[in-house]
């Protein structure tokens, strides 16, 4: 389970992420492309946007960084009980 704080944090995280797509698309829109080039800038923006997701790093998703805590403790004890039977 996740603690408080950290809901928080992801919390803010998103809200932070959210605030910078709305802000580079309303730049989008008062530069006022016109056809083909208002598509392609949109294309890209939103391509840059979807990469910068916090979701697409361990520390901003938190379904991956529990998979990894429990990962990496399944891999610790199995280590720890092979050097001891050693």
Known sequence: MIRPSLRTLFAVL????????????????????????DDQAAVATKFVLDALAPTNTLYGNPA???EAVDTA????????TCSETE
């Open 14 to 37: 998103e809200q932070q992420y959210l605030l910078g797509c709305q802000y580079f698309n309303e730049l989008l829109d008062a530069a006022e492309l016109e056809g083909i080039e």
């Open 64 to 66: 991956a960084l529990r």
């Open 73 to 80: 403790a399944r891999a610790w004890c199995a280590a720890r």
